[in-house]
T-cell receptor
Framework: DAKTTQPNSMESNEEEPVHLPCNHSTISGTDYIHWYRQLPSQGPEYVIHGLTSNVNNRMASLAIAEDRKSSTLILHRATLRDAAVYYCILRDPFESGSARQLTFGSGTQLTVLP | EAGVAQSPRYKIIEKRQSVAFWCNPISGHATLYWYQQILGQGPKLLIQFQNNGVVDDSQLPKDRFSAERLKGVDSTLKIQPAKLEDSAVYLC????????????FGSGTRLTVV
């Protein structure tokens, strides 16, 4: 499995942008980059995913480096509700069997300060 | 649309007792997953179902854990007998199909074995 590296923890001030980094130097050409987050006492929830181009949705933006060896999840204006563990996961939908499954690392614990 | 439903929300049992968790996935989702999340770690996949068949149970401790999805909808995960190290949150997730994204997770069942 292609591996991702994320900082254990990050802090942000409320109403400021947050940039959560993820390194994936062994990414393959068909690996999609997925981000999930897990709020306290909840299951993980989908945030965003992308392949090569930057992606935007109502929750966040995903900026993917040109060489695809790193990506950044951007929360444009952090709120207290965004305090969660953020997971960056690589998955290849063209792989067979268990290789398609979401495999979670330890993620980044984001703390939002009021 | 309704989310993934799990029950119970919390369970405390003594070691060597048995316990069962129930999951109702999103309507129409063919693929169902059970994850185990130990405190401070990311979720770890235990078993994946496609309709009522098992796709992958390679990480399920089969001497004590069992799971079924008899009619291809609801699923039950059982532990018998429980050990102290089984204390964790058990998360159920579903997706439209195998290899499809995103996964939708339930809120989980927090199991404490004493």
């Amino acid at each position: 499995d292609a591996k991702t590296t994320q900082p254990n923890s990050m802090e942000s001030n409320e109403e400021e942008p947050v940039h959560l980094p993820c390194n994936h130097s062994t990414i393959s050409g068909t690996d999609y980059i997925h981000w999930y987050r897990q709020l306290p006492s909840q299951g993980p929830e989908y945030v965003i995913h992308g392949l090569t181009s930057n992606v935007n949705n109502r929750m966040a933006s995903l900026a993917i480096a040109e060489d695809r060896k790193s990506s950044t999840l951007i929360l444009h204006r952090a709120t207290l509700r965004d305090a969660a563990v953020y997971y960056c996961i690589l998955r290849d939908p063209f792989e067979s069997g268990s290789a398609r499954q979401l495999t979670f690392g330890s993620g980044t614990q984001l703390t939002v300060l009021p | 649309e309704a989310g993934v439903a799990q029950s119970p929300r919390y369970k405390i049992i003594e070691k060597r007792q048995s316990v069962a968790f129930w999951c109702n996935p999103i309507s129409g989702h063919a693929t169902l997953y059970w994850y185990q999340q130990i405190l401070g770690q990311g979720p770890k996949l235990l078993i994946q179902f496609q309709n009522n068949g098992v796709v992958d149970d390679s990480q399920l401790p089969k001497d004590r854990f069992s799971a079924e999805r008899l009619k291809g909808v609801d699923s039950t995960l059982k532990i018998q007998p429980a050990k102290l190290e089984d204390s964790a949150v058990y998360l159920c997730a579903s997706s439209l199909n195998s290899g499809a994204y995103p996964y939708t997770f339930g809120s989980g069942t927090r199991l404490t074995v004493v």
